[in-house]
């Protein structure tokens, strides 16, 4: 089939990857040219344009920054995307978004589906993502078909519509959030108290916050955070979607969206998330 793919910032570029290995004819569009020129030499054609992307496009997916890029790439500008063709959409947004932009899909002819993602680019690359299916029962089984493919099969979870996924993603990645910044604090609370650092991370492997330690523990001790996985940036533009979709207040997500705006400003955005556990002293 022929699939149009939007977006080819650090996730889209490993997920596309699978495409084009899996011998699909993929046609790929960025907005800077750098990276559609990568992928153009692993076997993509490289459109100009996104219209021209989606031109004769059997799916379209779309791997962006938010759900603002969303509307500034598809539904303000009417992506021509052919009608009856098929718009996974991978970027993370809110439930209500997820609304949206179904309502503009349904107008313009085009089956939407919701898929994002959960897990950083290691995994990403090695196919074993977690990802997340919402829509129409014969939609989601035909993306399942596709998804899959940067998927690990134990964690691929199927819903009845796109804003479940939204919210599934929303959910997980405050888990996530919320276990960082709890591993930054128990380092400081820890090496503050006569544990060393290493003692800290072997005390934490029995606990219910291991996997976030040894997943992250080491580059925290060694403060080193250049080795993005999943960007400061990203994560706080995911709990702003949390804090505006929650109905209640969401006190510890307010806590990490605040010190990731620290980092943020302090230059830190493109770095890894964990950048949060750096010395604040």
């Known amino acids: 089939m022929n699939i149009a793919f939007l977006g080819l910032g650090r996730m889209g570029r490993e997920l596309v990857t699978h495409l084009i290995d899996g011998g699909q004819r993929v046609t790929v569009w960025n907005r800077s040219p750098e ?11 490289v459109a ?9 496009a059997d799916v379209v997916i779309s791997v962006l920054f938010g ?6 790439v598809i539904v303000e500008p009417a992506l021509p995307v052919p009608r009856g063709a098929l718009w ?4 993370t947004v809110s439930p209500s978004d997820t609304e949206e932009f179904a309502r503009w899909a349904s107008d313009a002819g085009v ?3 919701h898929s994002p993602v959960v ?6 690359r090695a196919g074993s993502l977690a990802v997340l299916v919402g829509g129409d029962h014969d939609d989601v089984r035909e993306a399942r078909g596709l998804v899959s493919l940067w998927a690990d099969p134990d964690k691929l979870r199927t819903f009845d519509a796109p804003g479940k996924a939204a919210a599934a993603k929303l959910v997980a990645n405050l888990a996530l959030a919320v276990s960082m910044e709890a591993l930054s604090e128990t380092i400081r609370l820890g090496t503050a108290a006569g544990l060393s650092g290493e003692e800290v991370l072997t005390t934490l492997g029995i606990t219910t916050i ?10 925290v001790l060694d403060g080193e955070f250049d080795d993005t996985q999943f960007s400061a940036a990203l994560l706080a533009k995911d709990l702003r979607l949390m804090l505006s979709t929650a109905d209640a207040p969401l006190p510890a997500a307010a806590l990490v969206a605040a010190e990731l705006q620290r980092a943020i ?14 010395d604040r002293g």
């Open 210 to 219: 291991a996997p976030i330690a040894g997943m992250k523990g080491k580059l």
């Open 48 to 56: 100009r344009s996104a219209a021209e992307a989606v031109e004769g």
């Open 119 to 124: 897990g950083s680019l290691a995994p990403a």
């Open 67 to 72: 759900p603002d890029a969303v509307r500034e």
């Open 265 to 278: 400003e302090a230059g830190d955005g493109e770095k890894d998330f964990s950048v949060i556990a750096r």
């Open 111 to 113: 089956r939407y589906v």
């Open 35 to 45: 990276p559609a020129a990568a992928v153009g030499r692993r076997g993509a054609r």
């Open 88 to 91: 996974i959409d991978v970027t």
